[in-house]
């Protein structure tokens, strides 16, 4: 079944900084991405997502790229702010009747004011 | 438009006991609903996953005993944990996928937190 793996951990930057968030899938029939922004105790918010048919898509400070040869995806925030501070998860789902979501380890962002 | 509520938000159980948490989809029909377990600062794992009218698909390692699913319309599905034991607390959160062929995107419930006793 599909893999994904999410690094760093943890994330700490300077508020104004740009922060960047990497996955990795193992299914290659994977062919949706979504990006999620979860504060302590709270529902998964969607932030951003992608198909496979596209390699970047842009939302304000918030992109993801795509490159499905490797098997990577990445979120970029810039000019990040106090309030962009959370766990980030990225997501793989390879579609189908049910599209369920296979989620990363999630990571941890602190912007620093 | 597209929300999703769980209940109740939290309770805590005395070990051994049943628990059930419901998912309702307030305003679209969902035709797939997802149920996930998220321990403190871990990821979300999915459990199961239903369709309204048919038997749940359980990922491999959950106990579809212990876990019943049941999603009996199109805007409500339920998570009873049978026989609830310490290592069952967690973080509950279901969510919802509506009909329409070309949306991808699930909308989660607000999630309830489960403490067993």
């Known amino acids: 079944g599909e893999n994904v793996e999410q690094h760093p951990s943890t994330l700490s930057v300077q508020e104004g900084d740009s922060a960047v968030i990497k996955c990795t899938y193992s299914?290659?029939?994977?062919?949706?991405f979504p990006w999620y922004k979860q504060e302590l105790g709270k529902r998964p918010q969607l932030i951003i997502d992608i198909r496979s048919n596209v390699g970047e898509k842009k939302d304000q400070r918030i992109a993801v790229t795509l490159n499905k040869t490797a098997k990577h995806f990445s979120l970029h925030i810039t000019e990040t702010q106090p309030e962009d501070s959370a766990v980030y998860f990225c997501a793989a789902s390879t579609g189908g009747a049910t599209n369920k979501l296979i989620f990363g380890t999630g990571t941890l962002l602190a912007v620093q004011p | 438009g597209a929300v999703v509520s769980q209940h109740p938000s939290w309770v805590i159980c005395k070990s051994g006991t049943s628990v059930k948490i419901e998912c309702r989809s307030l305003d679209f029909q969902a035709t797939t609903m997802f149920w996930y377990r998220q321990f403190p600062k871990q990821s979300l794992m999915l459990m199961a996953t239903?369709?309204?009218?048919?038997?749940?698909?359980?990922e491999q390692g959950v106990e579809k005993d212990k876990f019943l699913i049941n999603h009996a319309s199109l805007t409500l599905s339920t998570l009873t944990v049978t026989s609830a034991h310490p290592e069952d607390s967690s973080f509950y959160i279901c969510s919802a996928r509506g009909g329409t062929g070309g949306s991808r995107e699930q909308y989660f419930g607000p999630g309830t937190r489960l403490t067993v006793t």
């Open positions: 239903s369709n309204e009218g048919s038997k749940a698909t359980y």
């Open positions: 299914d290659s029939a994977s062919n949706y």
